[in-house]
């Protein structure tokens, strides 16, 4: 992050004139303060991103880690606080908006969100109904990841591919877009021995992993990204061969 959107010193200038900056490094160190923050907050790794309110709650749950993804979670948590007011003082109608930004912020259950969702739909424009379903689509990746300690990733792979030839994807750039969705739609479509889907994913996926070759090669390493390519070329000249 240091090297990313952190080192964006204009950004970083904007962003603080909006939220209180606040870093926590965890160690195990005894009685360090906060060093119990990332547990305590359900923090699922390094880095966490969040955005907090000034009592400590949580107000949404992953950001993408980039700076559109906490662009999107800072100028949502504004927008949430407001539309709060608003329906506080008792203005009506303003159910499709909260929507829209409680799916922004990751705060709703899954079954929540696609009742909301089947609810406010013909109040949708077409383009809030893409980004709706895109984004319940990365609830729904968080929930078949859940699993993968007892279906080893079945319903992962399976989901993701069915979703994929659906015709769903995941908000571009995003984490379920350039990290959780498109593996298991390989993997998927490797099962079903479904040759077009897997060259659709492929089209995406190779140059991405690509990228990362790259990248290794340029500081003189190799990179796991290598072996994905060359098992992914394997599956696809298998495919191609079973077609013929």
Request: with cysteine; net charge positive; charged share 30%.
């Amino acid at each position: 992050m240091e090297n990313g959107a952190f080192s964006q010193l204009e950004w970083m200038r904007s962003l603080g004139k909006r939220v209180i900056l606040f870093a926590s490094i965890a160690t195990r160190i005894t009685d360090r303060k906060h060093d119990d923050l990332l547990r305590q907050k359900n923090g699922r790794g390094y880095p966490t991103l969040t955005v907090m309110d000034a009592k400590g709650e949580i107000l949404t749950r992953d950001i993408d880690r980039n700076i559109a993804g906490v662009e999107k979670a800072v100028q949502a948590v504004i927008a949430h606080a407001r539309l709060t007011k608003r329906i506080d003082a008792g203005v009506k109608g303003l159910d499709v908006e909260m929507l829209m930004v409680e799916l922004r912020l990751r705060r709703l259950p899954l079954k929540q969100a696609r009742w909301d969702f089947r609810r406010c739909m013909s109040r949708l424009s077409e383009a809030s109904r893409t980004e709706a379903d895109s984004l319940i689509l990365a609830l729904e990746i968080e929930e078949w990841r859940a699993q993968l300690g007892k279906d080893k990733g079945a319903a992962l792979n399976k989901g993701c591919y069915l979703a994929f030839k659906g015709g769903r994807r995941p908000i571009p750039g995003s984490r379920a877009d350039e990290y959780l969705f498109y593996r298991p739609v390989l993997v998927g479509a490797g099962h079903a021995e479904d040759l077009e889907t897997f060259e659709q994913a492929f089209q995406v996926q190779a140059p991405r992993l690509q990228k990362k070759i790259d990248a290794a090669k340029a500081k003189g390493g190799s990179s796991y990204a290598q072996r994905q390519l060359d098992a992914l070329l394997g599956v696809l000249t298998r495919l191609r061969a079973a077609r013929k």
